[in-house]
């Protein structure tokens, strides 16, 4: 169960689009513990002019986001997906501070020491008592009601993400994959995502180090 408040709504220019920007907290309720998370909704154009608006829900990676990490596909997804939703002229991407799938961003710094020492990103995980994906959607998902989207495109690779909105109650009338040409630096991460927790990439499509993202 989730209480959900809408906290401010501003513009938010940027190098793609002018976006109007949502900030969302949201109590969760778990037995008798309570836990408040916080979420962003950037949302460009008319969403209600389309019965389904081009949606993405992106987990804050601040290594990759803001740091341009090549470790991960992160920054490259979340750029790729708000500039899609430009070129549509409307769509929605929900940004969920669920660092590291849900670790926090010091765990997932440890996570990575132990993938310098050979484990792979789920084994490091692991070896920290974690489970291998702490996330989840409520918020994200109360957000995509809350804005009275009820069908929609999902622009993602992550077939949990895809359950959680249809669990929601939420159409889902196309997935729009997310693929991006990776490096050196994240060809093992995305092979283990892709082996281990199922994600839909097409990693023998790509040219090995090509930069450029590319769409579908
Ligand atoms: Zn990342």
Redesign the pocket.
Known sequence: MISLKQIASINLPTSWATFRLLGFEGIKFVGEKESTETALALIHGDISSTTAPLVRIHSQ?M???VFH?L?????DQLHHALQRIAEEGAGVLVYEHQEGRGIGLMEKLRAYELQEKGLDTIEANLRLGHSVDMRDYILATEILRFLDIRSLRMMTNNPDKINAVSAAGIEIVERVSVDIAGGPHSARYLATKREKLGHLLNLSDRSPGAESPVSR
């Open positions: 990676c290594t990759g986001d990490s470790r991960c596909d992160c920054r």
